[in-house]
């Protein structure tokens, strides 16, 4: 089947730097990936829908200058937190979907701001 | 908007089966899926239904849908203690993306 790969699957990193965090569809063009958080013990919440070539478009509550997504490419998204604080270590997980079907996940990046 | 909804805990013993609830408001439905996460770990897709079927078996797993109440379950039959996790109950959104409930966390006794 197809596959995501997500990278860095751990991060620890100082409060105020900023960390990047990539999601790649190995055999397949993703023209739309989804980036997602969980909080523990909680679901997924949907933070955005990243499309290539286009800005990203963000739910809710969520800051885009504070989550930034880059969707450069067919197989390549980024997300950036910037100025990470501890309130943002969480559990991020992308996703990216094949033509107009099937959705494939990544394994998660997991983030913590000391 | 959206939503789905499914019980936080169920309990088994080993050898029996689970049967995993979830409910949902979007009447427009396609594909209902059924993921399952272990500690730490990324979301594995374990099956998925489309919205005209009422029913699909793959191996242990058995999915129901009653579309009319909006109503999906999960039953793992013969349950191993490998089964652990948390198993997500996800609706298709109109924007393509999934909408998760909170999730189900399996325990099973051996």
């Known amino acids: 089947g197809a596959v995501v790969s997500q990278h860095p699957s751990w991060v620890i990193c100082k409060s105020g730097t900023s960390v990047k965090i990539e999601c790649r569809s190995l055999d397949f063009q993703a023209t739309t990936m989804f980036w997602y958080r969980q909080f523990p013990k909680q679901s997924l919440m949907l933070m955005a829908t990243?499309?290539?070539?286009?800005?990203?478009?963000?739910e809710q509550g969520v800051e885009k200058d504070k989550f930034l997504i880059n969707h450069a490419s067919l197989t390549l998204s980024t997300l950036t937190v910037t100025s990470a604080h501890p309130e943002d270590s969480s559990f991020y997980i992308c996703s990216a979907r094949l033509g107009a079907g099937e959705l494939f996940f990544g394994e998660g990046s997991r983030l913590t701001v000391l | 908007g959206e939503d789905v909804e499914q019980s936080l805990f169920l309990s088994v013993r080993e050898g029996d089966s689970s049967v995993i609830n979830c409910t949902y408001t979007?009447?427009?439905?396609?594909?209902l899926y059924w993921y399952k996460q272990e500690p730490g770990a990324g979301l594995q897709l374990l099956t998925y239904i489309f919205s005209n079927m009422d029913m699909k078996q793959d191996q242990r797993l058995t999915v129901l849908l009653n579309k009319k109440d909006k109503h999906l379950s999960l039953r793992i039959a013969d349950t191993q203690t490998g089964d652990s996790a948390i198993y997500f109950c996800a609706d298709r959104g109109s924007q393509g993306n999934l909408i998760f409930g909170k999730g189900t966390k399996l325990s099973v006794k051996p």
């Open positions: 990243s499309n290539e070539g286009s800005k990203a478009t963000y």
């Open positions: 979007d009447s427009s439905s396609t594909y």
